[in-house]
């Protein structure tokens, strides 16, 4: 008698916890994970991207204001929101952003930096080696180029320097 009041109330106990209907399963992809787009706060602002010390190998935009009434429109030359984007993107990081766990893969230097728009893409020309460019650093200036008021910014761009041609490429962010 006693090992049929143990058997049920091993039974009573066990029931609730092995009955509960649901089976067990893999895990299912359903897609990427989610992402937001990020604009400009201003008419006046644009978009940099650099490279974030919490996820390695991951750019993240940055808004940054720009000086609009020194700027004039042009496309072949470093005038307009475009070209600055590009110089602030080459000077690096604020100390803020530092701060925050940004970083560039660009060197310091942009002598010989234009940037033209056609309705072929966009081409930007560099002073200096663009092969040599890492993944990240190439990424970061087609995304900031495509970004930072060119018409459609889902454009391709073709980064060309002392010794040849990136792309053309799209933005991967």
Known sequence: MRRLRALVALM???????GCGI????????????????????????????VSSSSPGTLLPVVRQI???????????????SGKALVLLFEGPS??????????ELPRSHVGLSMAVSRNGVLVRLGGPVTGLSGLAQQQLIC?????????????????GTDGSVGPAHCTV
């Open 12 to 18: 009573a106990f066990a029931l609730p916890v092995t």
């Open 67 to 81: 000086d609009m009434s020194t700027a004039s429109s042009g496309t072949g030359d470093l005038k307009g929101s």
């Open 95 to 104: 100390r803020t952003e530092r701060d925050a766990g940004m970083s560039t």
């Open 144 to 160: 900031t180029a495509v970004h930072s008021g060119v018409p459609d910014p889902g454009a391709a761009v073709t980064l060309s």
């Open 23 to 50: 089976r067990a399963s893999d895990v299912v992809e359903v897609g990427d994970p989610a992402t937001v787009d990020v604009a400009a706060g201003s008419r006046d602002g644009t978009l940099l991207y650099f």
